[in-house]
């Protein structure tokens, strides 16, 4: 009896650590990283990086999966500069908005000289996920205000489509076609 329960047991971890292993992880959006300058007076600017992610659904804080945005904001002038994360918002390809992202609730403000960076996580459309043709390409568009003025800013991201392997199904259509013939040499 106990060899048994011990195959199962077995069987089972195997299992789950073979499925664990299969999951893939989201795809990758391009550029990974982007830099947007925005001047605002003669040699004064704030500097913004930003990237986009595709990321798994977080049990633990009861958050679907979507796409993460991340902003740093360099306040390069003489002025605190503000930013509203709730504001971020996320386009599909074909223009639909994403819902509005869950983010630290308040304006953020940067005081001059100083950084700060914004996570805003939008949720997958409840029609679409991480591999669906809409989401090929997404516009991501926020606002930073500085002295009462607004600031608009936009960035495209393309997701990057995984080269074909042998293993992939589609890689192999048509279906190929093996042709086996046979000769019989005869001697006389």
Known sequence: ??????????????????????????????????????????????????????????????????????????????RTARIDPREIELFARDLRAFAPPAAAPGEIEVAPGSSEVVTARFAYPSDEGAYSEGLRAVDLRWTVQEDGRPYASSLAFDRIEAPPTLSDPWFWEPTPRFVLRGEVARRR
């Open 1 to 78: 009896m106990r060899t048994i329960f011990g195959r199962i047991e077995r069987s089972a971890l195997f299992a789950a650590l073979w499925a664990a292993g299969c999951a893939g992880a989201p795809p990758p959006y391009q550029p990974p990283l982007a830099h947007v300058e925005v001047p605002v007076a003669v040699d004064q600017h704030i500097d913004e990086l930003v990237s986009l992610r595709a990321v798994p659904a977080d049990r633990t804080h009861a958050l679907r999966a979507g796409m993460e945005a991340r902003i740093r904001i360099d306040n390069e002038t003489d």
